[in-house]
């Protein structure tokens, strides 16, 4: 796969103050007058669905009117991004909220996809970052994961693990780590987090790579064990939970997790979004409520975040290798 460049963001609103098309005029001075609304690639209950509908709250509230979350699963993005396309983005109120996977796997493994970031979608604002974690039911007696390496060495191809879907992150956090240490488990993928996380309480697979807010209640009443982030460093909210990376150095697969818009949003939306989220992120209850989610608060604007997505494709183009993913 090769690394996409990125496209100079294009000035949809072309000069300001007497510049200005009376239209446009209008439309920036009275933004935004009606409900917004994030569409979400994922079921709800996942990472992407749980960070949209913590922001959209605190946004909605900063700017005086609803922020909807829209849930369009399916497609590994190219539902909702068709569902953007259909609420007339040229207006300014509709965005996708969405971690990597569709913007760097999706355009992979379907040469067909409709979208590119820098062309048909633009990067608005990077919300947060969040590691992924490895778990595993507890009848397979693994206790860390050093235990886990161990157990699957001894059996390969024995034991399963679960993900959101074939070239998720969650995927290609796992067969990145199958790659550097020569594990053989089985991937079996559903459809987001809604499912994969109930099949791995409910013993359908072994193993599974899930966002803490997917797993936390179940972690609380012992049902699913713990063993590993996928993020380059420890987090603070699970500080004895090792991180990949101390085994396998420089591993980092943490979700980062952003707003888009689709081309022609006018630019005044973008940057108004944009500069919203980033105060919203500065709310110490807001950063209280992720962080407890092992969710860490970025709001960080469009160059950072294109900066980021662009590390996360040569990430994911070596995990695709490593899972021998084919386009189609």
Do not use: K
């Given at each position: 796969m090769k690394r996409r460049t990125f496209a100079a963001w294009p000035l949809w609103a072309l000069a300001s103050g007497a510049g200005l098309v009376p239209g446009l005029a209008k439309a920036q001075a009275n933004y935004p007058s009606k409900p917004l609304k994030f569409i979400v690639?994922?079921?709800?209950?996942?990472?992407?669905?749980?960070?949209?509908?913590?922001?959209?709250?605190?946004?909605?509230?900063?700017?005086?009117?609803?922020?909807?979350?829209?849930?369009?699963?399916?497609?590994?993005?190219?539902?909702?991004?068709?569902?953007?396309?259909?609420?007339s983005p040229q207006d300014g109120y509709s965005f996708i909220v969405s971690d990597g996977s569709m913007l760097s796997i999706t355009p992979f493994l379907n040469k067909q996809v409709p979208y590119h970031i820098g062309k048909e979608l633009l990067p608005v604002s990077l919300i947060a970052r969040s590691p992924l974690y490895l778990v595993a039911h507890p009848r397979t007696g693994v206790n860390n994961f050093a235990d886990f390496v161990k157990l699957v060495k001894s059996k390969p191809d024995e034991f399963t693990y679960g993900s959101s879907g074939i070239g998720s992150t969650h995927h290609m956090t796992m067969e990145a780590l199958k790659a550097a240490l020569d594990l053989h488990v089985r991937h079996i993928p559903f459809k987001g987090s809604g499912q994969s996380t109930p099949a791995l309480v409910g013993g359908q697979v072994d193993f599974s790579i899930a966002a803490l807010p997917s797993i936390q209640g179940f972690v609380k009443t012992n049902q699913v064990k713990v063993l590993a982030s996928n993020a380059l460093k420890r987090s603070a909210q699970l500080p004895d939970i090792p991180a990949i990376a101390e085994t396998v150095p420089g591993f980092d697969f943490a979700v980062a997790i952003g707003v888009m818009a689709a081309a022609g949003t006018p630019q005044f939306a973008i940057d108004r979004v944009g500069k919203e989220i980033a105060e919203v992120m500065k709310n110490p209850d807001l950063i209280k409520t992720l962080e407890n989610l092992s969710i860490d608060p970025v709001g960080a604007g469009a160059p950072e975040y294109g900066r980021v997505i662009a590390l996360e494709n040569e990430a994911m183009a070596k995990a695709a290798k490593a899972a021998d993913l084919k386009a189609e």
């Open positions: 690639p994922y079921a709800a209950g996942g990472l992407p669905d749980t960070v949209a509908r913590v922001v959209a709250q605190r946004l909605g509230e900063r700017l005086g009117q609803a922020v909807i979350v829209d849930n369009r699963a399916g497609g590994n993005g190219i539902t909702a991004y068709q569902a953007l396309l259909q609420s």
